[in-house]
């Protein structure tokens, strides 16, 4: 279960000895986070096992884990909510600029078509509210970063820039990091391009044990069945503390 707490209390100011009219209470509410199985059967004759030079089924581990992270990111994204973690992407947008909505995210639109423009990539990381921009990173494609950073002004400087952390480039745009995703959209009209928010509080992942490995040399007579389970689930738990890039029509 996670909190949801987007509401405020009251509060307004009084002469000494006397009060406020402020007497709103505010209120937290709880979202259940439901958890869903991955799973796989990768399996490996007797023989292959016994001659093997390399530990089969730390290999077969390897790749289903691979396949795993790649079907959990893609349902962070986009995913349904049915059988698997919901996505971002799926919430339908405010009504109103600034008018916060629960179960909702505000798309911003960025101005254009193709290609990005800096303008509409300043107004996405403002719609964001101070309180979340200490923590707040880019989300999107890295061809879309690409886009991104050609962008030049009249003096022809660049519009991205990176820095060096331990010896390593880090992507960064108008001074916040850039995370790469693969499952974002590629920019097109009406696209969810870019995700910008405090993903600490914007999405929650509940990851349960990590891998299990089930070995079961019974069901195919000759071969080891390695049923490999992950139970994993995901969704927004702050809708104030997000916004979405969206492409123009």
Not at 10 to 25: H, K, P, R
Not at 133 to 138: G, H, K, V, Y
Not at 213 to 226: A, E, M, Q
Request: aromatic share 10%; net charge neutral.
């Amino acid at each position: 279960d996670a909190i949801i707490d987007d509401d405020e209390a009251s509060g307004g100011w009084a002469n000494e000895g006397g009060t406020s009219s402020s007497t709103t209470t505010a209120t937290v509410g709880k979202k259940t986070i439901n958890v869903y199985k991955l799973d796989a059967e990768p399996k490996a004759t007797l023989e292959m096992l016994a001659d093997a030079g390399i530990n089969v089924e730390q290999w077969h581990a390897n790749k289903v884990s691979d396949k795993f992270s790649r079907l959990e990111n893609t349902a962070f994204v986009s995913g349904s909510g049915v059988n698997r973690p919901r996505g971002f992407l799926t919430y339908s947008a405010w009504s109103s600029a600034g008018v916060y909505e629960r179960n909702k995210i505000e798309q911003v639109n960025l101005g254009a078509t193709a290609p990005l423009t800096s303008d509409g990539l300043i107004g996405l990381q403002a719609s964001l509210k101070e309180p979340y921009q200490a923590r707040a990173a880019f989300l999107m494609k890295r061809l879309t970063y690409g886009a991104a950073t050609k962008l030049k002004g009249a003096d022809n400087y660049y519009f991205g820039n990176t820095f060096l952390k331990d010896g390593i480039a880090i992507p960064t745009l108008l001074g916040k990091r850039v995370i790469f995703a693969d499952d974002m959209e590629a920019i097109a009209a009406n696209a969810l391009a870019i995700a910008y928010a405090d993903w600490s509080l914007a999405y929650t992942i509940v990851d349960k044990l990590g891998l299990t490995i089930l070995r079961d040399p019974y069901t195919s007579k000759g071969n080891v069945i390695f049923y490999t389970t992950k139970r994993v689930g995901g969704d927004v738990t702050n809708f104030d503390g997000i916004k979405i890039g969206k492409v123009a029509a």
